[in-house]
């Protein structure tokens, strides 16, 4: 599922503050997510207030003490919220993959085998363009380019962009890209000013959802918790759910095709054991004739409703192997299917008719 890295190599434009508020906002959408802290200065792991000896370091690193696997290093802070954390350690990596072959490809290896039991993985990358940079762009779908509206921090973004389409066209992968605009005070002309900016020269390419300066999102990072924790009420959290919201309508389609996919597969499943039967009752001066039974928990609806032909009445279902109890419903009046021998007696004193499907 999809892969999002939070990448800009601007120091201090909203990346930590992303990624750990936008996982947060969509897991409590129901999404399962997973955050990757792959920023050696490990913001993210310390903003969540985790404390570990073991990084993601344990996993790339072929000089690490202990060697673990991805999923060894998974922490679980919350429901459907997941974390990989980091530490300084990440740093000496760069200089460990100058050598080696693939070197930008290690990260979207160790994620290929999870990555189908997540919603999301949203990964937090470092203020460079180094290789651990380029290894979350070339392992993502999307890159988010947070972008601080209140200072002039449009230079460098085509740099980045221009790094996007050279691991695009060199590794033959699709990579989307959109612009966030954070930390955006509306107080300030120059921030509305800088937003007419990109809108007019990347246009589409912008995210309708602006972070607004929030002072509450400050707090909530320093004292080691995300905005839907510290304060659900606040203008942070409402942007960061509208972020949410919004990627959750860009990828919304893989989803539905995900879920259409299982369902798919639960039918082929069970078919085999389903089986056509088709109910019948000879009324032709019965104006409405109803089938309820355990199938349908004996409700008088639409859909129990049978159809006439000259006078037979008529319904089919399809039903799983069991037995079922059942009565026609005339025109108001309760009866036993009168061509069914097979009756048990029901607590109204009266009979069902009972079906057995083996
Ligand atoms: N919308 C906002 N309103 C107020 N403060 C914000 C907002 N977004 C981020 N900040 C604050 O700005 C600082 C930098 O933000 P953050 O750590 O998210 O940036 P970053 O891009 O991850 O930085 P780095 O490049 O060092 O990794 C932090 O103190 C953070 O709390
Ligand atoms: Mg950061």
Request: aromatic share 8%; charged share 25%.
């Amino acid at each position: 599922m999809p892969i999002i890295a939070v990448a800009n190599q601007k120091g201090g434009c909203g990346k930590t503050t992303t990624a750990v508020n936008l996982s947060a906002s969509l897991a409590i959408n129901k999404n399962k997510v997973l955050l990757v802290d792959f920023d050696p200065q490990a913001h993210t792991t310390f903003g969540l207030s985790i404390s570990t000896d073991v990084s993601i370091y344990n996993v790339l690193s072929e000089f690490a003490e202990k060697r673990l696997n991805l999923k060894d290093i998974i922490i679980n802070i919350e429901q459907n919220f997941d974390i990989v954390t980091s530490n300084i350690l990440l740093s000496t990596l760069e200089q460990e993959l100058a050598n080696q072959i693939s070197r930008e490809s290690r990260l979207k290896e160790i994620l290929e085998p999870i990555k189908n039991e997540y919603d999301y993985i949203i990964i937090d990358c470092p203020p460079n363009l180094g290789i651990l940079t380029i290894n979350a762009i070339r392992s993502c779908d999307m890159v988010i380019i947070p972008v601080e509206a209140s200072r002039f921090s449009i230079e460098g973004l085509d740099k980045l962009i221009e790094i996007i389409n050279l691991i695009q066209e060199r590794l033959n992968c699709k990579i989307n890209w959109r612009i966030l605009l954070t930390i955006f005070d509306s107080r300030l002309k120059h921030s509305f000013e800088m937003w007419q900016k990109i809108k007019d020269k990347f246009k589409d390419k912008l995210f309708d959802t602006v972070i607004h300066i929030n002072v509450k999102l400050k707090e909530a990072q320093n004292e080691g918790r995300h905005i839907l924790e510290y304060d659900r009420y606040s203008r942070g959290a409402k942007d960061y759910l509208s972020l949410a919201r919004e990627i959750m309508m860009i990828f919304g389609k893989p989803l539905m095709e995900k879920m259409e996919k299982q369902m798919q597969e639960i039918i082929k499943e069970k078919l085999p054991q389903l089986k056509e039967v088709i109910f019948s009752l000879d009324m032709p001066q019965a104006r409405e004739v109803y089938l309820v039974g355990d199938f349908n928990n004996w409700k008088l609806e639409q859909t129990s409703l049978m159809e006439s032909k000259e006078g037979r009445w008529t319904k089919k279902l399809t039903l799983a192997p069991g037995s079922y109890r059942y009565r026609f419903v005339v025109d108001g009046n309760w009866i036993e299917d009168p061509y069914n021998l097979n009756k048990v007696p029901n607590p109204f004193g009266q009979m069902d008719s009972l079906l057995e499907i083996t």
